[in-house]
């Protein structure tokens, strides 16, 4: 097995990843376009760091969906093991930002809401998580008001601030951190704006996050 690792601007330094965190529904207007309401606690699932792929590397298509969504988010890299943290040991916790997608079988997904089933085939396959290089928050700490958008082919489909996630990273820190511990190399992905899209074999992905990074992407069938 290959061990995969966080990469950062302006640094040597390797970080292997844990596991990855994900938290649904987390931008109002994104909630919406789903049909579903504003959570009153996140929203958690989880995606194993084999699913991760890298900016520059391919999205392989499943062949058993016919409706593979894009969700650009904030992801959060924890730096250290954090368990029941308070909003000082939780923002201590967190190491660095990176871009993420959270690509999704919406079909799946719909499927197993509807039969009250488990999400997890809806967002685990392999190349369902898409990474940037990271930035140390000692080098750039998010002010939670940078841009955040994803292109399809050039053109724009999700645009919004940070400013507008329901649950911020200290609050999903500690709401995670009193169920599970968190250890160094784990990530946290923090839910999408509004605007997610279908993607088909042939598409060309770009996202970013204002000052935190930027990816690229494509999407291509199984037997390429
Ligand atoms: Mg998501």
Known sequence: MRMKEISFRNSEE???????????????KHAAELGNEVPKFPI??????????????????PDYSDDLHHEVELVILIGKDVKDA?????????Y??????????????????????????????????????FVKKEEYNSELNEKIWLK???????????????????????????????????????????????VVPGDSIEAGIENIGELKTNIIHKNN
């Not at 596991?19 to 987390?26: D, F």
């Not at 958690?44 to 298509?61: L, M, Y």
């Not at 995670?176 to 279908?198: A, H, N, Q, W, Y």
């Open 152 to 198: 399809v082919n050039g053109e724009i489909k999700q645009s919004s601030s940070l400013n507008n996630m329901v649950f911020n990273p200290v609050e999903i820190i500690k709401f995670i951190s009193k169920r599970m511990t968190l250890e160094k190399g784990d990530l946290i992905m923090t839910g999408t704006p509004e605007g997610v899209s279908r």
């Open 14 to 28: 390797k970080i292997g990843i844990g596991k990855i965190v994900c938290v649904g529904r987390n931008y109002a």
């Open 86 to 94: 308070d909003n000082i040991s939780a923002e201590d916790a967190i």
């Open 96 to 133: 660095g930002y990176g871009v993420g997608l959270d690509m999704t079988l919406r079909d799946l997904q719909n499927q197993f809401k509807d039969k009250g089933e488990p999400w997890t085939l809806a967002k685990v396959f392999d190349t369902a998580a898409v990474l940037s290089n």
């Open 44 to 61: 958690i699932f989880i995606k194993p760091s084999s699913t991760v792929i890298f900016s520059g590397e391919s999205v392989v298509h």
